[in-house]
Protein backbone atom coordinates (compact mmCIF):
# COMPACT_ATOMS: atom_id res chain seq x y z
CA UNK A 1 0.00 0.00 0.00
CA UNK A 2 1.34 3.31 -0.87
CA UNK A 3 1.45 5.88 1.70
CA UNK A 4 2.70 9.04 1.54
CA UNK A 5 3.15 10.77 5.36
CA UNK A 6 4.02 14.51 5.99
CA UNK A 7 5.30 15.92 8.92
CA UNK A 8 6.92 19.15 10.18
CA UNK A 9 3.70 21.53 9.94
CA UNK A 10 3.01 23.99 13.19
CA UNK A 11 1.58 26.85 14.61
CA UNK A 12 4.39 29.91 13.73
CA UNK A 13 4.72 33.78 13.70
CA UNK A 14 5.28 35.65 10.85
CA UNK A 15 8.82 35.98 9.53
CA UNK A 16 9.46 32.68 10.79
CA UNK A 17 10.85 29.38 9.15
CA UNK A 18 9.46 25.77 8.85
CA UNK A 19 10.81 22.61 7.00
CA UNK A 20 7.80 20.20 5.52
CA UNK A 21 8.50 16.51 5.06
CA UNK A 22 6.79 14.05 3.20
CA UNK A 23 7.96 10.34 3.30
CA UNK A 24 6.81 7.67 0.94
CA UNK A 25 6.80 3.95 1.55
CA UNK A 26 5.15 1.31 -0.43
CA UNK A 27 6.83 2.11 -3.63
CA UNK A 28 9.52 4.02 -4.67
CA UNK A 29 8.96 7.51 -6.26
CA UNK A 30 12.81 8.33 -7.38
CA UNK A 31 11.15 8.01 -11.54
CA UNK A 32 8.58 10.16 -10.39
CA UNK A 33 7.92 14.45 -9.96
CA UNK A 34 6.80 15.10 -6.72
CA UNK A 35 4.79 18.16 -5.00
CA UNK A 36 3.88 20.09 -2.65
CA UNK A 37 -0.04 21.80 -2.76
CA UNK A 38 -2.20 23.72 0.42
CA UNK A 39 -5.30 24.49 1.02
CA UNK A 40 -6.85 27.47 2.68
CA UNK A 41 -10.46 27.24 4.28
CA UNK A 42 -13.22 27.52 1.74
CA UNK A 43 -10.63 28.08 -1.24
CA UNK A 44 -9.42 25.17 -3.83
CA UNK A 45 -6.21 23.18 -3.43
CA UNK A 46 -3.45 25.23 -5.12
CA UNK A 47 -0.09 24.25 -6.26
CA UNK A 48 3.10 25.42 -4.56
CA UNK A 49 5.99 24.06 -5.75
CA UNK A 50 7.20 20.72 -7.76
CA UNK A 51 10.47 19.18 -8.19
CA UNK A 52 11.10 16.53 -11.22
CA UNK A 53 12.52 12.89 -10.55
CA UNK A 54 16.37 13.87 -10.44
CA UNK A 55 15.75 17.25 -8.89
CA UNK A 56 16.69 19.15 -12.04
CA UNK A 57 13.78 20.67 -12.59
CA UNK A 58 11.80 22.95 -9.92
CA UNK A 59 8.24 25.01 -10.06
CA UNK A 60 7.01 27.63 -7.45
CA UNK A 61 4.08 29.45 -7.14
CA UNK A 62 4.84 33.32 -8.15
CA UNK A 63 3.82 34.11 -4.40
CA UNK A 64 6.10 32.05 -2.92
CA UNK A 65 9.45 32.39 -4.96
CA UNK A 66 12.64 33.26 -3.09
CA UNK A 67 10.99 32.22 0.11
CA UNK A 68 10.36 28.51 -0.28
CA UNK A 69 12.55 25.64 -1.51
CA UNK A 70 11.76 21.98 -2.56
CA UNK A 71 14.14 19.28 -2.31
CA UNK A 72 14.78 15.43 -2.40
CA UNK A 73 16.21 12.71 -1.34
CA UNK A 74 15.68 9.78 -3.30
CA UNK A 75 17.49 7.11 -1.19
CA UNK A 76 15.48 7.92 1.42
CA UNK A 77 12.26 8.45 -0.89
CA UNK A 78 11.57 11.66 1.05
CA UNK A 79 11.03 15.32 -0.42
CA UNK A 80 11.11 18.16 1.17
CA UNK A 81 9.96 22.14 1.38
CA UNK A 82 11.59 24.29 3.44
CA UNK A 83 9.50 27.48 4.00
CA UNK A 84 11.26 30.74 5.34
CA UNK A 85 9.80 34.34 5.69
CA UNK A 86 6.16 33.06 6.06
CA UNK A 87 2.90 35.39 5.88
CA UNK A 88 0.15 34.54 7.06
CA UNK A 89 -1.38 33.84 4.31
CA UNK A 90 0.39 30.86 3.75
CA UNK A 91 -2.29 29.17 6.80
CA UNK A 92 -3.01 26.23 4.97
CA UNK A 93 -3.11 22.29 4.94
CA UNK A 94 -0.19 21.43 3.14
CA UNK A 95 -0.08 17.85 1.04
CA UNK A 96 2.44 16.01 -0.40
CA UNK A 97 1.99 14.44 -3.69
CA UNK A 98 3.73 11.86 -6.08
CA UNK A 99 2.95 11.89 -10.13
CA UNK A 100 1.92 8.51 -10.73
CA UNK A 101 3.49 8.95 -14.68
CA UNK A 102 7.52 9.00 -14.75
CA UNK A 103 9.86 11.51 -16.12
CA UNK A 104 7.63 14.13 -16.02
CA UNK A 105 6.22 17.15 -13.94
CA UNK A 106 2.96 18.85 -13.79
CA UNK A 107 1.30 21.58 -11.49
CA UNK A 108 -2.31 20.58 -11.56
CA UNK A 109 -3.68 18.61 -8.93
CA UNK A 110 -5.06 16.31 -11.57
CA UNK A 111 -1.37 15.50 -12.56
CA UNK A 112 -0.80 13.43 -9.12
CA UNK A 113 -2.00 10.14 -8.05
CA UNK A 114 -0.87 10.04 -4.68
CA UNK A 115 -1.34 12.21 -1.72
CA UNK A 116 -0.85 12.70 1.97
CA UNK A 117 -3.05 13.33 4.74
CA UNK A 118 -1.76 16.73 5.09
CA UNK A 119 -0.12 18.79 7.62
CA UNK A 120 -1.64 21.84 9.17
CA UNK A 121 0.56 25.36 9.03
CA UNK A 122 -0.62 28.49 10.71
CA UNK A 123 1.19 31.27 10.66
CA UNK A 124 -0.05 34.09 12.63
CA UNK A 125 0.54 37.97 12.55
Known amino acids: QVQLVESGGGLVQAGDSLRLSCAASGRTFSNNAMGWFRQAPGNEREFVAV????????YYRDSVKGRFTISRDNAKNTVYLQMNSLKPEATAVYYC??????????????????WGQGTQVTVSS
Open 97 to 114: AARGRTFSTGMGVRDYDY
Open 51 to 58: ISWNGGIR
